[in-house]
């Protein structure tokens, strides 16, 4: 009952979004009140939606920088 009464920045409730081979953190959101329970990404991969225990559901769409990855071997 007390996570969705929490503020966000007391609760640390923000999405991190991470490269599964590198283990590099390449996005991070905000905007839930409570624990993230789902994320889907659009077939364009450039948007996100997640559903949290808080009610709601929201949409972060990525800036153009998101698709301009380089891989430097």
Do not use: C
Request: hydrophobic fraction near 35%; glycine fraction near 10%; avoid cysteine.
């Amino acid at each position: 009952m007390q996570v969705t009464q929490t503020s966000v920045s007391a609760g640390h409730f923000e999405a991190k979004i991470y490269h599964m081979v590198f283990e590099e953190e390449f996005a991070r959101f905000k905007g839930h009140f409570g624990p993230i329970n789902t994320m889907a990404w659009h077939p364009s991969g450039t948007i996100i939606a997640t559903g949290g225990e808080d009610g709601y559901i929201r949409i972060q769409e990525f800036d153009e920088d998101y698709l301009g990855f380089t891989y430097d071997f």
